[in-house]
């Protein structure tokens, strides 16, 4: 099966995104407690372990698997609970780019839906 470029690119993104996330709620927590001391420590652990589901889904997606597709949208759902419920309207901006992200998956995956079982 071949893979539209944008898709591809967009997959390699989210790969980076996730790494990039479980690395600062994981190794880099100590700056982000710094940045963010009223957030409770069990919320980053929480960050931490979104994030490595977010791979999960990315893996999946890259094996043409549907289920990435369902468990990204629903990861993303969680994440802006989480995100509006500790930041409040700080927040927002991440529940945001957070649906558009998942906006932009289907945009990617759409024309090759069928190709994912």
Same mark, same amino acid.
Request: proline letters at 3%; zero cysteines; aromatic letters at 16%.
């Given at each position: ?32 407690? +710094? ?25 999946? +997606? ?24 500790? +930041? ?16 932009? +998956? ?12």
């Amino acid at each position: 099966m071949k893979r539209p470029l944008f898709l591809t690119i967009w997959l390699a993104l989210m790969t980076l995104g996730n790494v990039f996330s479980v690395y600062s709620y994981t190794l880099g927590s100590a700056s982000l407690a +710094l940045a963010l001391p009223f957030l409770p420590s069990w919320v980053m652990l929480l960050f931490a372990l979104m994030s490595v589901v977010g791979l999960v889904a990315v893996v999946m +997606l890259w094996m043409w698997k549907k289920m990435g597709f369902y468990l990204a949208v629903v990861l993303s759902v969680v994440v802006a609970a989480v995100n509006l419920l500790y +930041l409040g309207l700080a927040g927002i901006f991440a529940v945001v780019t957070g649906f558009i992200g998942v906006g932009i +998956l289907y945009l990617a995956m759409k024309p090759v839906w069928q190709n994912f079982k």
